[in-house]
């Protein structure tokens, strides 16, 4: 009797295991599912430098920060590996990126002044916490024009050992000029290209560039009560405030744009390509003489209420078309027969 009962035990006892590692396995899953949900609703923080596995939000690097008008290239950080999405830069591996030249904007390519406003360098990933020390995690930008270096920033700042994530962020450099621009932006490791030993992997994660276009120009400048109708802007003489001036197209017929002068006479138009324009004034005042004297930055310009043919060069600030108003007077009034010759009008003379 105990022998026949024997199998039937051990097929209870295999059952029971069975059903054990069933109920294990779906406690894995769904401890799997659970972790898997708690990254995908909690949102990841770059400043926790230990992300794995001690946190449930993995890697990334802080968003970048760029008003809109400004330049920006950025990737992004695999939240589970740390890894970037476009370029690692390595010591004695991949040392440098090109930005891709076709998504520069057009003021890049002639005079321009730049900031590098916001910068993030980041590294991560797992493990990272045992790899120490790791000096050089460093990079800085550099500004080619055809083979020719025109400038470049100083380093990021290196990053923290000894956790799983660490980044730098902040503005690189001061403000910079290139007279003819530039057609290349380098991502570059420090140790290039002195191949300084030991040199740690690093990734630049963003890079925002604030510019300002030195190509264009302006044209101004004033509209002013030519008190003694000379044509001169004599000391004492006032602006006019609430003049019609009109920016017009090269034929001094087609208008570009309209503004009136302010509240001491001035006007201007700003953020003008290179070529060649017409001015307009447009007053109920009379107008002064033209091009009086040997000076055109105090003579009154319009003829017949156009300033035509002005041709700005890049970059010109042209500041010497102005306006002169005035209002004419009389005098008069009545000559009569002076009947009793007394030399005062009597009625009915």
């Not at 050992?161 to 962020?169: E, S, T």
């Not at 380098?186 to 290209?193: A, Q």
């Not at 300084?196 to 276009?213: E, F, M």
Request: aromatic share 10%.
């Amino acid at each position: 009797m105990k022998q026949s009962m024997l199998p039937i035990q051990k097929l209870k006892a295999t059952s029971w295991l069975f059903n054990r590692i069933v109920h294990i396995s779906i406690f894995s899953v769904f401890f799997m599912f659970c972790t898997l949900a708690t990254w995908a609703q909690t949102p990841c923080d770059p400043n926790n430098p230990t992300t794995y596995p001690a946190a449930t939000n993995g890697f990334c690097a802080p968003t970048p920060v760029c008003a809109s008008g400004n330049f920006i290239w950025s990737q992004t950080i695999d939240q589970t590996t740390g890894n970037p999405s476009t370029i690692k830069l390595i010591s004695s591996g991949t040392e440098f990126y090109v930005i891709p030249p076709g998504t520069y904007p057009a003021a890049f390519s002639g005079p321009v002044t730049i900031t590098l406003s916001d910068v993030v360098s980041y590294d991560g990933y797992v493990g990272r916490e045992m790899v120490v020390p790791q000096p050089n995690e460093r990079w800085y930008v550099r500004f080619d024009l055809g083979q020719t270096t025109v400038g470049q920033t100083p380093l990021t700042a290196d990053l923290a050992d000894g956790v799983n994530q660490a980044f730098w962020r902040g503005p690189l450099g001061t403000p910079m000029f290139f007279p003819n621009g530039f057609d290349k932006i380098i991502l570059i490791h420090e140790s290039f290209p002195n191949q300084i030993p030991h040199g740690q992997s690093v990734t630049p994660t963003s890079v925002c560039i604030n510019y300002t276009s030195n190509n264009v120009g302006s044209i101004g400048n004033f509209v002013w009560n030519d008190v003694n109708a000379n044509g001169i802007q004599d000391p004492g003489e006032p602006g006019i405030p609430g003049v019609t001036v009109r920016l017009l197209a090269a034929d001094c017929s087609t208008v570009l744009a309209t503004t009136i002068t302010n509240g001491s006479g001035n006007y201007l138009f700003p953020n003008l390509v290179a070529g060649t324009y017409g001015v307009e004034f447009v007053s109920a005042l009379t107008a002064s003489p033209a091009n009086q004297g040997g000076d055109d930055a105090v003579d009154s310009d319009p003829v017949n209420g156009k300033v035509c043919n002005i041709v700005l060069a890049q970059g010109e600030n042209n500041l010497t078309v102005d306006a002169g108003f005035y209002t004419p007077g009389s005098i008069g009034n009545f000559v009569w027969n002076d009947v009793n010759a007394n030399g005062i009008q009597d009625p009915g003379e």
